[in-house]
C-alpha cells in the first residue's frame, strides 16, 4: 500500500470517529468523512484542519436510519473518489432505551449499525477491489449476542442490549464471511472492539481513553504488519475469538441471505 492512503470514515463528527479522523490527517492522509449533520461535518473540517494543517478533506452526508441515503452516499463516494483505499465503518449507535423503527420498518440499531455496515462495504467493493491492495475495518463490540433470525427486528420483545449486541456480532459475522472472498481481490476486512466504555456520546461510564480506541482503529487500517491478515476479529489490538455463533458457517449464510432481503443489495 502507498504512503497517503484515501480513506473514508463513517461517524466520523464525534468520539472515536473523529479521534481516528485527527489521528489519520496528522499522517498525512485523504479522508472522506462522513456525517449525518452538514453543520457539524463543517466543523469537523475546520477543527481537523486547524488541528494537522491537513486541507485534504471532503464530507459527505448520510442519515444511515434511510436506507436510500446509504445507498446514495455509495453512489456519490464512487462518482466523485477515483480511488479508496480504506473503508472504516465506524457509524453505530449505542445501547437505547427505547425501540425505534427506521423508515424502512427496521429496528434502529439493527439498520444503522449493521444493515448500513452491510450495504457500504457491498457496494463500495468494486471501488476498493480497484484500489487494491486495500482495507475495510469494522468497528464492531465485545458485546455479542447470537441472533434472533426469527425476529430480527424484536418485534415480539424488544431488548436495548439485546439489538445492539446482536448488531455488533453481525458486523462480525460479515467480516468472516467475506474475509476470504475480498482477500482474494486484494481487499482485507477486519472487525474490532476498539475499547471498553470510551468518552463518547453512547457511553456514560469511561474506563479506557479514547487514544486507546483509536490506536487500535488506525493499526487496522494502515498496519503494514496486518497486510495478510483477513477475516479476523480484534479486541483492541489482540486477534482473539468472537461469540461462538459467529463461526457456524450455517448462521452466516443465514444472515448474508437475511441481509440481501433486508437492504436488496
Known amino acids: 500500500m502507498s504512503d497517503k492512503k484515501v480513506i473514508l470514515i463513517t461517524g466520523a463528527t464525534d468520539g472515536l470517529g473523529k479521534g481516528v479522523a485527527l489521528a489519520l490527517a496528522m499522517k498525512g492522509h485523504h479522508l472522506l468523512l462522513h456525517g449525518r449533520d452538514p453543520k457539524r461535518g463543517q466543523v469537523l ?8 494543517g491537513n486541507k485534504n ?25 477515483p480511488k479508496l483505499d480504506v473503508l472504516i ?6 445501547i437505547e432505551p427505547t425501540k425505534r423503527i427506521s423508515k424502512e420498518g427496521n429496528e434502529m ?8 455496515t452491510y450495504m457500504l462495504t ?17 468497528v464492531a463490540s465485545a458485546g455479542q449476542a447470537p441472533l434472533l433470525f426469527e425476529d430480527i427486528n424484536q418485534n415480539k420483545v424488544w431488548s436495548g442490549m439485546q439489538a445492539y449486541c446482536q448488531s455488533k456480532l453481525a ?21 474490532l472492539h ?20 483509536v490506536d487500535a482503529v488506525v493499526k487496522l487500517a494502515i498496519d503494514t504488519s496486518l497486510n495478510n491478515v483477513t477475516g479476523k476479529y480484534f479486541f483492541k489490538q489482540l486477534q482473539l ?7 457456524s458457517e450455517e448462521n452466516r449464510k443465514k444472515l448474508m441471505q437475511l441481509s440481501v432481503e433486508m437492504t436488496g443489495v
Not at 465503518?89 to 449505542?94: C, D, E, I, M, R
Not at 462480525?172 to 477486519?190: A, C, D, P, R, Y
Not at 475469538?241 to 463461526?247: D, E, L
Open 45 to 52: 473540517i475546520a477543527d481537523i484542519i486547524k488541528a494537522t
Open 57 to 81: 478533506l471532503r464530507y459527505y452526508n448520510a442519515d444511515f436510519s434511510e436506507l436510500a441515503q446509504i445507498k446514495e452516499l455509495a453512489i456519490q463516494i464512487i462518482e466523485k473518489e
Open 89 to 94: 465503518n465506524n457509524a453505530g449507535l449505542g
Open 109 to 116: 440499531l439493527w439498520q444503522v449499525n449493521y444493515l448500513g
Open 122 to 138: 457491498k457496494l463500495l467493493q468494486p471501488l476498493l477491489e480497484k484500489s487494491k491492495p486495500a482495507r475495510i475495518v469494522q
Open 171 to 191: 458486523q462480525i459475522m460479515l467480516t468472516i464471511e467475506i474475509g476470504e472472498e475480498f482477500g482474494k481481490s486484494g481487499v482485507i476486512v477486519n472487525a
Open 194 to 213: 476498539p475499547a471498553s466504555m470510551m468518552p463518547t456520546k453512547i457511553v456514560q461510564h469511561v474506563i479506557d481513553n479514547l487514544s486507546e480506541g
Open 241 to 247: 475469538k468472537a461469540n461462538p455463533t459467529a463461526y
